[in-house]
């Protein structure tokens, strides 16, 4: 069985629960976590998710008028 893996949809970092609580680690860079735990991509299976940054970015982005570093190439509008 392949471990599920949270991984930020915005910016791909990885939480890396490691010693700690479910829920509770750190976001680190995917080759970072990779590296650390000796895994291959095809090792793990990624969970889509937002990392707290991303996720408090986006939000602001909706409530406020979406940024131009968060805009989605090809956005009508853009």
Not at 31 to 51: M, N, Q
């Amino acid at each position: 069985m392949r471990p599920v893996i949270p991984k930020c949809s915005l910016c791909r970092r990885v939480q890396d629960d490691g010693e700690t609580e479910v829920d509770q680690g750190i976001w680190s860079d995917l080759r970072v976590f990779l590296i650390k735990y000796d895994l291959r991509p095809i090792d793990v299976v990624f969970s889509h998710t937002f990392c707290p940054e991303c996720a408090h970015a986006y939000r602001n982005a909706v409530l406020y008028g979406m940024p131009q570093s968060l805009k989605v190439s090809g956005d009508a509008g853009s």
